[in-house]
Nanobody
Framework: VQLQASGGGVVQPGDSLRLSCAAS????????MGWFRQAPGKEREFVAA????????VYADSVKGRFTISRDNARNTVFLQMSGLKPEDTAIYYC????????????????????WGQGTQVTVSS
């Protein structure tokens, strides 16, 4: 499976942005997809994840209520809709995938993911 993230850019505080991650490979619809981010000088951190059904999701506390993860299995794509962006959301955003489903409680751990995209930069600045 190969993952290609896109949609990053430079926005102002309070703006919205939608990230996309296109996946190749037949196992996409059976697996878990997630988003992580890494800010300058910080470790990579979990943002959101979605199970194969598309109805089970989990979020980091820092983005809950502002970000929404979704997926379109027919298009092999996962999205991260970000609204109410803050300067502290500035980071490189990575999509990640796992070929098998997994319980929600385990999806925050990056070691659970087998595949990683190249990252897309999101900068929130006035």
């Amino acid at each position: 499976v190969q993952l290609q993230a896109s949609g990053g850019g430079v926005v102002q505080p309070g703006d919205s942005l939608r990230l996309s991650c296109a996946a190749s490979g037949r196992s996409f619809s059976r697996g878990v997809m997630g988003w992580f981010r890494q800010a300058p000088g910080k470790e990579r951190e979990f943002v959101a994840a979605i199970r194969r059904s598309g109805t089970s999701t989990v979020y980091a506390d820092s983005v809950k209520g502002r970000f929404t993860i979704s997926r379109d299995n027919a298009r092999n794509t996962v999205f991260l809709q970000m609204s109410g962006l803050k300067p502290e959301d500035t980071a490189i955003y990575y999509c990640a995938g796992r070929s098998a489903d997994l319980v929600l409680s385990a999806l925050r751990a990056e070691e659970q993911y087998e595949y990683w995209g190249q990252g897309t930069q999101v900068t929130v600045s006035s």
